[in-house]
């Protein structure tokens, strides 16, 4: 399992990241002004930091208690990809059609455009976060406790 230090980083570097990809490009695609999309992309990353955070826990914790560690196979990162874009798809839907002045629809298929570039961009990203800071498989009680 993971730190709550490397879960942070892990959270931060994620979101820090898709901001830098995601503000310009959803400003060119739906020909929104850059501050609207920064000011939006920021309550979103804000949002999606905390969810990244209590989801992979969750998802690490599930996958530790049933398979006794917590490296993932691809079919895994592509079930950990899709649950979570999914998820956070229903928590922003509101947030995008409020903050754009936009019916849900109209949000539902914005939010459809970025759930499919964050799904990719989740899956490239948690792989290659894997490599780079590889998860303490070792599921001992007494280890896990102490973090």
Same mark, same amino acid.
């Given at each position: ?20 990809? !995601?503000? $310009? ?7 929104? $002004? ?35 560690? !917590? ?7 592509? !079930? ?5 874009? *999914?998820? %956070? *798809? !229903?928590?922003? %839907?509101? *947030? ?38 590889? $998860? ?12």
């Amino acid at each position: 399992m993971r730190t709550t230090k490397d879960r942070i980083r892990q959270a931060l570097s994620f979101e820090i990241i898709g901001l830098v990809i !995601v503000t $310009p490009l959803f400003a060119w695609l739906f020909s929104r $002004p850059m501050d609207q999309t920064g000011i939006l992309a920021l309550m979103g990353a804000t949002a999606a930091t905390a969810w990244n955070y209590l989801f992979n826990w969750g998802f690490d914790t599930l996958l530790d208690r049933f398979r006794g560690d !917590v490296n993932k196979t691809f079919a895994l990162r592509i !079930v950990h990809a899709i649950a979570f874009e *999914l998820t %956070l *798809l !229903v928590i922003l %839907l509101p *947030l995008f059609a409020w903050w754009l002045g936009i019916t849900l629809l109209e949000a539902f298929y914005i939010d459809i455009a970025f759930a499919a570039f964050y799904m990719a961009y989740a899956f490239v990203f948690t792989w290659g976060y894997d490599a780079v800071f590889p $998860p303490d498989s070792t599921s001992d009680a007494s280890t896990q406790a102490t973090r």
